[in-house]
């Protein structure tokens, strides 16, 4: 049956390629979303994001460290990685949901959604591949990202969401008078 | 799938196109997508820092020279296609990349658009259009549409039909038009890498959303749509299918076969008899 993780599920090589590729997006991603929240003023969220960039680096170095030992990957362009459902790697956070005035709660959440779509990813390539180290890779790295997911939301508890009107700005952008 | 192994050279990344200058961008804007789109183009085509040019005027999506670590022409309003049409026929052997939005692109560079499409210099034009003026805070661009409010300068809407640029550039000549959604990078990167490689003059014309003056266009997400055709190589086929369009169908249109423009190379005169020439 063809399924939408089947470039990743094919072989060693592609899924670590997805991995990498997985792992590198999401840290690149909240390493942008940090700078973009420095540039706006909004510190406490610009240093999460940074913060959980760092982890998902080391994660990156860890699938990067396993793929050296297979050898060369193969290089795959950006528009041929197949992921479950979403246009970009699984686990990069996506842009949309960020705003200037968001609160480390958004910022979690984001991380939720992305450590879970992660996590769903990999279980999705274990469930489907054909080939036993595919799958032995596939399961441990879900493994990791069921952590990473329930870590998350242990951040989460400590962060309630805010009140209605946390995006009230006194000096909105958008007023034209 | 075409699958290459690597070789000893390190293949180049998207960060090796990212410059130091970090985007101050809104929080949640299209743009950022768009260029992760762009970097990840050039990483795939292991474009040469040193032979690619990116040109742009002004607004929102035209401070992507500062960017990016390529070559950079930030240029004045509405005139980034002049300027990069005398920059590729000057130096035909560089990548000339074009960014802008559509009060840019379609208002105050309106009319250069138009001749650059019929002149078909081979240059790749990327338009990031949220139908609204951003930078000066929220004012009815020509995609706007006719019904729009929340402008104070338009408050019962522009009033007037909004541009349609996949249609404008086919009609002008354009001779590779395609569109793509900054909510999917990786597919805006493939129509890129497509526009460069093809020979003339490409228009992607990219729905990318302003999330503060524009924030329905969150929505776009849910409206957009593949094409769902097969390019053609004839204009006239492209617009009758275009204009069937909602204007959110995402592929490439048109892949045209005329001849790109470039004159000739033979020197015919120098610096100083030009200088020469406007002398009072």
């Known amino acids: 049956m063809k399924t939408t993780v089947l470039n990743g599920a094919a072989n060693v090589g592609l899924f670590l390629a997805h991995a990498l590729e997985l792992e590198n997006e999401a840290a690149d991603r909240y390493v942008e979303l940090a700078d973009s929240m420095e540039a706006h003023n909004n510190v406490d969220v610009a240093k999460l994001f940074r913060d959980l960039a760092v982890y998902s680096r080391k994660h990156a170095e860890e699938v990067r460290q396993i793929a050296e030992k297979h050898g060369p990957l193969p290089k795959v362009a950006p528009w041929e990685f197949q992921w479950d459902a979403t246009n970009e790697s699984p686990e990069a956070a996506s842009f949309e949901h960020a705003h200037y005035l968001m609160q480390p709660h958004h910022a979690l959440k984001m991380a939720l959604l992305s450590e879970t779509q992660g996590n769903k990813y990999y279980a999705s390539v274990a469930a489907e591949t054909k080939d036993p180290e595919v799958a032995r890779l596939a399961r441990e790295f879900a493994e990791e990202e069921a952590g990473h997911v329930a870590l998350v939301r242990q951040w989460l508890e400590r962060y309630p969401a805010p009140k209605e009107g946390w995006d009230d700005d006194p000096d909105p952008p958008n007023i034209s008078d | ?280």
């Open chain 2, 1 to 280: 799938m075409d699958t290459h192994l690597t070789e000893n050279v390190p293949a180049p990344t998207p960060h090796d196109y990212k410059s130091d200058v970090k985007p101050i961008w809104c929080p949640g804007c299209g743009d950022y997508s768009v260029l992760a789109g762009i970097t990840r183009a050039m990483a795939n085509m292991g474009m040469e820092r040193h032979n690619t040019v990116v040109v742009s005027g002004i607004g929102c999506s035209s401070r992507i020279p500062a960017y990016t670590s390529v070559y950079g022409y930030h240029t004045v309003h509405g005139r980034s296609l002049a300027v990069a049409s005398g920059v590729k026929l000057a130096r035909p052997e560089l990548n000339v990349l074009i960014f802008g939005g559509d009060g840019d692109g379609f208002s105050i560079g309106g009319n250069h658009f138009l001749h650059a499409c019929r002149r078909n210099v081979d240059m790749t034009y990327i338009v990031m259009d949220n139908q609204v003026y951003g930078m000066t805070k929220g004012q009815a661009s020509p995609t706007t549409e006719a019904d729009w409010c929340e402008s104070k300068l338009t408050p019962e809407g522009p009033g007037v039909n909004p541009i349609q640029p996949v249609a404008l550039a086919l009609a002008c000549g354009a001779n590779f038009v395609a569109r793509g959604f900054s909510g999917d990078p990786n597919e805006v990167a493939r129509l890129i890498v497509e526009g460069v490689k093809h020979p003339g003059f490409s228009v992607i014309h990219v729905l990318s959303p302003c999330v503060t003056f524009r924030p329905e266009q969150r929505g776009w997400k849910s409206t957009v749509h593949p094409y769902g055709r097969e390019p053609t190589d004839d204009p006239n086929a492209a617009m009758r299918a275009v204009l069937e369009d909602d204007g959110f169908g995402l592929g490439i249109f048109l892949a045209g076969n005329r001849r790109p423009f470039q004159p000739g190379s033979a020197v015919t005169s120098t610096i100083a008899q030009i200088e020469e020439g406007f002398a009072v």
